[in-house]
């Protein structure tokens, strides 16, 4: 596998605009063409990335992690023949994984980001990149002194608008920038909160790994309201985050 095959593997991930194949999809190309990756994480967004990840022709997604046995068996149902685990140390035991996509809580990221690492794997994560600051530069000093290949998703980067955009500015059609104004814009009908999601009956303690979701948090009865809705506690997410306001240049 050559660095450009990995580095176009993760562009097409990131593209978000692969068309679903259903699984197996790859053309037959040499054993050593194919990127073999592994997901940690396959709820909402993890699923998205599923179907991109077996589209992928030159890929193959061979194994997933994820703490929740309903995501571990849909994960199965899109892509038969997976290997599924419910801790992410297992998957990246495996010695003949090349890339690793994460799209697991926030306040995991950084974990499986250096743990990724740390296995010799090529990670593409989704953002935000880490819960703090402090582990925002742990991870930083882990890329600065690995060969991998890493890349944080945000939605749309690669994507045709912000590539044209970035083409004309350096073509000189749009000219000198002096102020780039951003915004994000949601509706919440009153008493309905943002991205509060319904609890499955079958989100018990038996069929999910609460130690793994809590990573190093305080130590509680298993809360199956927090797992599924961890966005909107700040110990696990960090409020929505986007790229609002104005940027002036000089
Ligand atoms: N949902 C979206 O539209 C969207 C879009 C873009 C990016 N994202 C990003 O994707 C990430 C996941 O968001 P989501 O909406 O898919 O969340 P989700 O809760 O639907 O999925 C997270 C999955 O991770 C699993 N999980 C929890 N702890 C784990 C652990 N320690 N090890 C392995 N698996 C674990 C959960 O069981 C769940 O299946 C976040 O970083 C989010 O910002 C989400």
């Known amino acids: 596998m050559t660095d450009n095959t990995r580095r176009d593997f993760l562009k097409q991930a990131a593209l978000g605009t692969a068309a679903f194949v259903a699984y197996p999809t790859s053309p037959v190309l040499g054993a050593n063409d194919r990127i073999r990756v592994g997901m940690i994480g396959v709820g909402n967004r993890g699923q998205e990335l599923l179907k991109q990840a077996i589209s992928v022709p030159n890929s193959q997604l061979v194994a997933i992690a994820d703490v929740y046995t309903r995501r571990r068996d849909e994960a199965k149902k899109m892509a038969p023949g997976i290997q599924t685990f419910d801790d992410h140390r297992r998957l990246l035991d495996m010695k003949d994984l090349d890339a690793v996509i994460v799209a697991s809580p926030l306040h ?19 953002k935000t990149m880490t819960w703090s600051i402090a582990e925002a530069d742990q991870c930083l000093a882990a890329v600065k002194s690995s ?14 608008a912000l590539a ?87």
């Open 108 to 126: 995991t990221h950084a974990r499986h980001f250096l743990d990724t690492l740390a296995a010799g794997k090529d990670l593409y994560s989704e």
């Open 147 to 160: 060969d991998r290949v890493v890349q944080i998703g945000l939605q749309w980067e690669s994507a045709g």
């Open 164 to 250: 044209d955009a970035r083409k004309w500015i350096k073509d000189g059609i749009v000219g000198r920038v002096t102020q780039v104004n951003s915004w994000m814009s949601r509706n919440t009908p009153h008493g309905k909160g943002q991205w509060v999601r319904p609890v499955p009956s079958d989100c018990t303690a038996q069929n999910v790994n609460w130690t793994a979701f809590l990573n190093g948090r305080p130590d509680r009865p298993f809360d199956p309201y927090r797992l599924i809705n961890w966005r909107l506690f700040w110990e696990f997410a960090g409020g929505n985050v986007a790229e609002n306001g104005v940027h002036q240049f000089a």
